[in-house]
T-cell receptor
Framework: AQRVTQPEKLLSVFKGAPVELKCNYS??????LFWYVQYSRQRLQLLLR??SRESIKGFTADLNKGETSFHLKKPFAQEEDSAMYYC????????????FGGGTRLMVKP | DGGITQSPKYLFRKEGQNVTLSCEQN?????MYWYRQDPGQGLRLIYY???????QKGDIAEGYSVSREKKESFPLTVTSAQKNPTAFYLC??????????FGQGTRLTVV
């Protein structure tokens, strides 16, 4: 069975500090991994996916197959980054079902 | 205007009643999903459909039912068997293994 774990429910940092939101997964095979973000009063939306290897809003995430992790990082947090962040996994072994982690609320203080 | 639409935005249900939440998409996506979002528990998958006339149970399917008679539509029925239905429900659609697009959600409250 596929599983996504986000160990931190809440992460609070000051503006300008580095941010790392942790994501670990369990899956036998080659998964597709995603980070989704939900800003206050907005729809859940894709932030980035591992296959694109791009930086969105200063965020990056690297897939580490050895550690089965896909941590989200940003070197300098901004107040507008405050939101709920979800790590998600999709894999052929489970019919491409999209499974989410429990989410991490990021609060960036001024 | 392309996208995924959920209705209603707010729904109140009496004890013992079945209610149906609507989800429609015009993105021509094969895959559609229903999730339940509770504070501190993230998004839990209720049902998933890869294609018309086919669907699979997710982690918390008990007390819920779905149908997928048309590609565009994936309604969710919350039955009286669901013991704790008060929650925020999210519908999504995607091409398999690609970005999922989400609706605005339906907040269901049992009164």
């Amino acid at each position: 069975a596929q599983r996504v774990t986000q160990p931190e429910k809440l992460l609070s940092v000051f503006k300008g500090a580095p941010v790392e939101l942790k994501c670990n997964y369990s899956y036998s095979g080659s998964p597709e991994l995603f980070w989704y973000v939900q800003y206050s009063r907005q729809r859940l939306q894709l932030l980035l996916r591992h296959i694109s290897r791009e930086s969105i809003k200063g965020f990056t995430a690297d897939l580490n197959k050895g550690e089965t992790s896909f941590h989200l990082k940003k070197p300098f947090a901004q107040e507008e980054d405050s939101a709920m962040y979800y790590c998600a996994l999709s894999g052929e072994n489970a019919g491409n079902m999209l499974t989410f982690g429990g989410g991490t609320r990021l609060m960036v203080k001024p | 205007d392309g996208g995924i639409t959920q209705s209603p935005k707010y729904l109140f249900r009496k004890e013992g009643q079945n209610v149906t939440l609507s989800c429609e998409q015009n993105l021509n996506h094969d895959a559609m999903y229903w999730y339940r979002q509770d504070p501190g528990q993230g998004l839990r998958l209720i049902y998933y459909s890869q294609i018309v006339n086919d669907f699979q149970k997710g982690d918390i399917a008990e007390g819920y039912s779905v149908s997928r008679e048309k590609k565009e539509s994936f309604p969710l029925t919350v039955t009286s068997a669901q013991k704790n239905p008060t929650a925020f429900y999210l519908c999504a659609s995607s091409i398999p293994r690609a970005e999922a697009f989400f609706g605005q959600g339906t907040r269901l409250t049992v009164v």
